[in-house]
């Protein structure tokens, strides 16, 4: 188990992410809430100056002597003064109505606000409208505001809490969201540490829902299968180079000492250390040309090639040295052109070693099938044999360079040519693939990427 230090989280892309998305709908909400008050308030107080327009309109209508009678009416009738009227006279003495006394205007006929002492001694906001009739008389029409005050204020509490609440939620998913980032990224560390401890076996963890560190991790895992292969490759070719090599450097190295003794066999020692000498060069020629495949060298030289064609002509190739033997070659193409990007050279080399070693290894008037295949992710070869078959323990190992199974080791080769099949195979993005043929052995190069 490991911990997570708080200092850490804030450091993480995580975290700052969640940040940045907190402020994005944090303004927005505010955005959002303050045009819906807006919105509010004004409808509201565009309600009340209607109202208070109407109310002129309608004492307007009345006679002057009715007019105060009913504003005297309304007055015993609205006993909370919701909507107070009051009548002045010319010199703005009170006449009838809640409002004693006018208050501070600009002009007339439009709405203002001011603040209501009333009798009990309570204070409320009021809008009003002060209208003047012809006869001097003013009146005063006037609408409580303390519901739509307080209606503003429940908004805007409703926005200081929701926004507290948006910060303190949003906080704690960033938080959230730091941590769980920052324990991934440790377990990661902690693989990748085991690994450079020398743990090429290990791999990072995933969790298989192909998030961005999923498919970083993948990546890294298939760089981590191409090292451990790589690795145990060259340490693979070191064992087998010295066991290997030894047996032809000491042939070379007794010929030469008989000849020393044995001044008569200068000729026929030279002879024998010659092609101890070029057999070994062959070996290192192989050894170059595998490396220089694997380094990806000659992609620059891929075209559009039919695998019917490369099929075709290998077998052509082979079918003399089948005919000596007795054996029967047969090629089956595939029905379509089999269309695949890659070295023509270097696919032909490959299926000619894998038919080298399938009548090198079959016994006489055996039947070797070659074939095109096609599959989901593209077109493939197939050279199937009926001869003895590899074990199913070294069907690996002998894509390894300069393996050779104790059954082939005195049969003539260097072991390499399986090796360069799996460097082209690599370099076109295929796979090899080795079946039982019951009896005999199929080799498969498929593709892996259409």
């Known amino acids: 188990m490991f911990s997570v230090h708080l ?31 807006w919105q509010t308030a004004v409808y509201l107080t565009a309600e009340a100056d209607t109202a208070l327009y109407r ?11 009715l007019r105060e009678l009913e504003i005297r009416k309304h007055d015993a009738q609205d006993a909370d003064a919701r909507f107070p009227h009051a009548l002045f006279d010319a010199n703005g003495a009170y006449l009838a109505g809640a409002i004693h006394e ?30 003047r009739y012809e006869d001097g008389k003013t009146l005063l029409v006037a609408q409580d505001m303390h519901d739509i005050r307080e209606f503003d204020e429940l908004l805007v ?40 401890e020398g743990d090429l076996s290990g791999r990072l963890p995933t969790r298989g829902n192909r998030d961005d560190i999923d498919r970083v991790a993948n990546v890294v895992n298939t760089m981590l299968d191409e ?3 790589l690795m145990s490759e060259v340490k693979g070719v070191c064992d087998d180079i010295a066991h290997d090599l030894r047996t032809p450097l ?54 559009d090639i039919d695998l019917n064609l490369i099929g075709a002509d290998a077998a052509e190739f082979f079918e003399p040295l089948a005919e000596e033997r007795g054996m029967l070659l047969t090629f089956t193409p595939a029905p379509a052109p089999a269309l695949l990007r890659g070295d023509a050279q270097l696919l032909f080399d490959a299926l000619c070693n894998l038919l080298d070693n399938a009548i090198k290894f079959s016994p006489d008037n055996a039947h070797i099938q070659v074939a095109v295949v096609a599959t989901a992710e593209g077109p493939g070869l197939s050279v199937r044999d009926n001869g003895p078959g590899i074990p199913e323990p070294e069907r690996e190992a002998v894509f390894r360079r300069l393996y050779r199974s104790e059954s082939s080791r005195h049969t003539p080769g260097n072991g390499l040519g399986l090796s360069m099949v799996a460097a082209v195979a690599r370099l076109h993005d295929m796979t090899l693939q080795v079946h039982d043929a019951q009896p005999g052995c199929q080799i498969q190069l498929l593709s892996t990427v259409h």
């Open 102 to 131: 006018l208050p501070i205007f600009t002009t007339y006929d439009k709405p203002g606000e001011f603040r209501w002492e009333r009798q009990d001694g309570r204070h409320r906001p009021v809008r009003f409208m002060v209208h």
């Open 227 to 229: 090292l451990e292969r």
């Open 7 to 37: 200092r850490e989280i804030p450091r993480t892309i995580s975290f700052r992410t969640g940040l940045m998305f907190l402020g994005l709908f944090g303004f927005s909400f505010l955005a959002l809430f303050g045009y819906i008050y």
């Open 250 to 303: 000491t042939r070379l190295i007794a010929g030469l000492e008989r000849a020393q003794r044995r001044e008569d066999d200068y000729a026929s020692t030279i002879d024998a250390a010659l092609i101890e000498a070029r057999s070994l060069l062959q070996t290192f020629r192989a050894l170059l040309r595998i490396s220089e495949i694997e380094d990806s060298a000659r992609r620059s030289n891929f075209s």
């Open 157 to 196: 509490n409703a926005l200081i809490s929701g926004g507290c609440l948006l910060l303190i939620v949003g906080l704690i998913g960033a938080v959230g969201l730091g941590y769980s980032a920052r324990r991934r990224l440790a377990t990661l560390t902690t693989s990748i540490k085991k690994i450079i």
């Open 55 to 65: 109310q002129v309109e309608n004492r307007s209508q009345q006679t002057p002597e």
